[in-house]
Structure formats: structure tokens, C-alpha cells
């Protein structure tokens, strides 16, 4: 079974400028959450999206938005792009649902750098 | 009080040891618990999940679980240098909660 998809895997902008990322969960998984990952702060919690609706946010600023399509793939977007927006963004699947099917499996991951 | 809470290392073995990394966490509620390998400028990669208090084994890994004591650790038996990564321990649900992680360094 393919593993969790994450494209593209690198991406250079400058402030200002607005990025999409998209991840391909496996297949199977209904459940998508983003991470963004930061020598400083560790593993953050974005958001988690569940047949398309959004179950869980974290705490990051409006900038920051996501969506879920039918066929469970997930885009993350940010907008108005900030240095400190510069990271590792992390895409997780999985089951989701009930208890035990909880299991996250990342992808690869996007590394954005903002100039 | 941050929810999952590490050692963040560096914590050094020699190859063959056994290395012992630690978790702790405020949630009393939480059900569920992973621990998470991660190599520099890779991905976090699943090691095991552990749900009821006590031991679960899985080749040279051993998750334990004190629910009571809101701890939860990883033994790695017979540590080898291709273990030397971060080590991501989190509190699962539909919020997965992520502690800092301990980097593990095997020497050889």
C-alpha cells in the first residue's frame, strides 16, 4: 500500500506571498491532519480534516487554512507569507473514527524557506 | 506545563546498551500514546503504540505504560548506531499532542 503523499517537497518564497500544499493520504485513511515542525518549537499541530470537515484546529493564526476533498486528499494554505512561516510541514493519515484507528503515518513532509 | 513533556538529550549509549528514553503527561483522560522515530531531515516514522498500562514488546522495543503515574517510556535493547535519531513520544486522540523528543546517540 502507497504511504502518505506530500507535493511538492520543497518550495522557496518570499514574505508576502501566499503557498498550497497538498497532501495524498493512504489509501483508505479519512483522516488528515498538518503539522508544522520548527528547530524551536517542535511538532505543532495545525488542523484535522475528516471527510472533508474540519474536526480539530490548533493554534496558529487565520493565515493558516486547510481544506479535505471527497477523495480524502488535503490542502493546507497560507497566506500573507512571514519569515518565521519558514518550517517543515508535516502531513499525517489515518483511519480515523473510532478508537485504535488512530494511528498517524506521515508523509515526507514540504520544506518551505521564506526570503 | 506543557502536555507531553521529554528529555531533550543528547542522551548517549554505547552500541549493545540499552537505551531508556521517558515521556510524561498532564492529560489524565489521554487513552492512547506513540512513540515516533524521527531522522534528521526526515519524517517522523512510527514505532509503536501502546493503549493499556504495562509492557508491549516489539522486537528490540519495549513501550511501558503507568497510567497512574501519567508516565510512558522506551527501552531499546542491544542499541545500535542506526538507532541514533530523535525520539518523539505523543499523546494520541483526535489531537495528536507532540513532546519535544530526545535525541538518542549510540556510539559505537
Known amino acids: 500500500k502507497a504511504g502518505v503523499t506530500q507535493t511538492p517537497r520543497y518550495l522557496i518564497k518570499t514574505r508576502g506571498q501566499q503557498v498550497t500544499l497538498s497532501c495524498s493520504p493512504i489509501?483508505?485513511?479519512?483522516?488528515v491532519s498538518w503539522y508544522q515542525q520548527t528547530p524551536g518549537q517542535g511538532l505543532q499541530f495545525l488542523f484535522e480534516?475528516?471527510?472533508?470537515?474540519?474536526?480539530n484546529k490548533g493554534n496558529f493564526p487565520g493565515r493558516f487554512s486547510g481544506r479535505q476533498f471527497s477523495n480524502s486528499r488535503s490542502e493546507m494554505n497560507v497566506s500573507t507569507l512571514e519569515l518565521g512561516d519558514s518550517a517543515l510541514y508535516l502531513c499525517?493519515?489515518?483511519?480515523?473514527?473510532?478508537?485504535?484507528?488512530?494511528?498517524?503515518?506521515f508523509g515526507p513532509g514540504t520544506r518551505l524557506l521564506v526570503l | 506545563q506543557k502536555e507531553v513533556e521529554q528529555n531533550s538529550g543528547p542522551l548517549s549509549v554505547p552500541e549493545g546498551a540499552i537505551a531508556s528514553l521517558n515521556c510524561t503527561y498532564s492529560?489524565?483522560?489521554?487513552?492512547?500514546f506513540f512513540w515516533y522515530r524521527q531522522y534528521s531531515g526526515k519524517s517522523p516514522e512510527l514505532i509503536m503504540s501502546i493503549y493499556s498500562n504495562g509492557d508491549k514488546e516489539d522486537g528490540r522495543f519495549t513501550a511501558q505504560l503507568n497510567k497512574a503515574s501519567q508516565y510512558v517510556s522506551l527501552l531499546i535493547r542491544d542499541s545500535q548506531p542506526s538507532d541514533s535519531a530523535t525520539y518523539l513520544c505523543?499523546?494520541?486522540?483526535?489531537?495528536?499532542?507532540f513532546g519535544p523528543g530526545t535525541r538518542l546517540s549510540v556510539l559505537p
Open positions: 480534516y475528516f471527510s472533508e470537515t474540519q474536526r
Open positions: 505523543a499523546r494520541g486522540g483526535q489531537n495528536f499532542v
Open positions: 499525517a493519515s489515518s483511519l480515523g473514527g473510532a478508537p485504535k484507528q488512530e494511528t498517524q503515518y
Open positions: 489509501s483508505g485513511h479519512r483522516s
Open positions: 492529560d489524565r483522560v489521554s487513552q492512547s
